[in-house]
């Protein structure tokens, strides 16, 4: 069998496995003996996803996102935009705005309605199939190990997993700042204060 990225049904397997339950053949079969355990493993995995990409990582941040009024003037940013930043160098530098549901929210002028485009950066919660190598792996380790104090509370168990939680950490950390390519003189903000 060749080597392929980690899939979520891979995961959740470690995850079982971790918990000492048989694997899974598939993630959508109700009447699986261990259904329990792999929903469970399953949101185990979506909670720990989601704790990570609250940050803005290079793989799911999106720099000058052009936001356009729509028909009614809402400036709405895709549904699994989590944070937004307004770039005031190429906005209004008077827009007070803040990210309410799935839309823009001026505070200054307490309004939902816009008349002109507005440039961001987005933060996006992404898929697990989307997301790169080292943090499916992190995240998955991270789930085990979360996921294994509340069912079982092993203490054995949880220095195990949490010595290896530390090292996907670390691996996904410096995957990230391989990726990101951080350099002052290469930022996209820089790039922006240049370009003035």
């Known amino acids: 069998m060749p080597l392929s990225r980690l899939s979520?049904?891979?995961a959740v397997n470690e995850i079982l496995s971790v918990l000492g339950e048989a694997p899974v053949s598939t993630l959508g079969d109700p009447d699986n003996a261990t259904s329990t355990a792999v929903s469970a493993a399953r949101r185990a995995i979506k909670v720990a996803s989601r704790?990570?990409?609250t940050q803005a990582w290079s793989f799911n941040t999106e720099y000058d996102y052009?936001?356009?009024?729509?028909?009614?003037?809402y400036l709405t940013v895709p549904s699994n935009c989590i944070r937004v930043d307004v770039d005031p160098l190429e906005s209004d530098s008077s827009l007070d705005l803040v990210l309410r549901g799935t839309r823009?929210?001026?505070?200054?002028?307490h309004t939902y309605v816009f008349t002109d485009p507005v440039t961001c950066t987005?933060?996006?919660?992404?898929e697990f199939d989307e997301l790169p190598e080292a943090a499916r792996h992190y995240i998955m380790v991270r789930a085990a190990r979360q996921l294994q104090d509340k069912m079982a509370g092993s203490d054995a168990l949880h220095v195990y997993t949490e010595n290896d939680e530390l090292e996907a950490k670390l691996n996904f950390l410096s995957a990230e700042a391989d990726d990101a390519d951080h350099n002052?003189?290469?930022?996209?903000?820089?790039?922006?204060?240049?370009?003035?």
């Open 8 to 10: 979520e049904l891979e």
């Open 51 to 53: 704790a990570l990409q």
């Open 66 to 73: 052009d936001l356009t009024p729509d028909g009614d003037g």
């Open 104 to 109: 823009l929210y001026n505070r200054a002028d």
């Open 122 to 126: 987005l933060v996006l919660l992404l």
């Open 184 to 196: 002052i003189l290469m930022d996209p903000d820089t790039f922006r204060i240049f370009d003035r």
